[in-house]
């Protein structure tokens, strides 16, 4: 598997070739088909590999990736001013798809946006080993259901159906107030520890 900032470089090369040259050319043709053997590499180790972004950090397969780097903020940059909160590629990629998904991630975000958003340009065209997240990450604190470490919050997928809007986490339910026996048993125990 090759390293998370070499598969941002090539996608970022990729897009740019693109920018320059036709999709015939043969430089953007290059730059396209060494992303997709890097796709394919990742994929390798697993069916899928989704990268997502969540508040300008990145994410490859749930995990937060810790690097910093020019490439890594420019495609956190480039996904979410496209609201795209993640993409899922999948085992048996096709340079084809690759070239279908680099022609979605040219355009204005304002375009997206007049076509009906990134999700639904991707389900129309039609891409059997692309498709985009509808996973975002959040905090999850002590306390809350999830793992925590020393390390800071974990972070925890939520699932989002097609088409929804991410709503809101709901807030914390208050604990309620000990019972009057209860408080009398805990104050036996502390005279019998002490």
Known sequence: MSDFQELLQTLQMALKTRLMYTAAHPRAKGAMEALTMLIEDWLEAGPTLHVATSGGRMFVDGQPYEGQGIHLSSTAKLL???????????????????????????????????????????????????????????????????????????????????????????????????????????????????
Do not use: C
């Not at 022609?103 to 009906?116: H, S, V, Y």
């Open 80 to 194: 979410s001013e496209r609201q795209i909160s993640g993409i899922i590629f999948a085992r048996g990629i096709e340079a084809w798809e690759v070239e279908e998904l680099l022609d979605l991630l040219i355009l204005k975000p304002a375009r997206i946006e007049e076509m009906g958003g990134a999700t639904r340009i991707i389900a129309d065209k039609n891409l059997p080993h692309v498709q985009m997240g509808q996973v975002q990450y959040r905090e999850v604190r002590e306390g809350e259901g999830g793992a925590h470490s020393d390390a800071g919050p974990a972070m925890r997928p939520l699932t989002i159906p097609a088409g929804a809007q991410p709503q809101p986490e709901p807030a914390p339910k208050p604990i309620p107030a000990p019972t009057l026996d209860a408080l009398q048993a805990m104050i036996e125990q502390w005279r019998h520890e002490f």
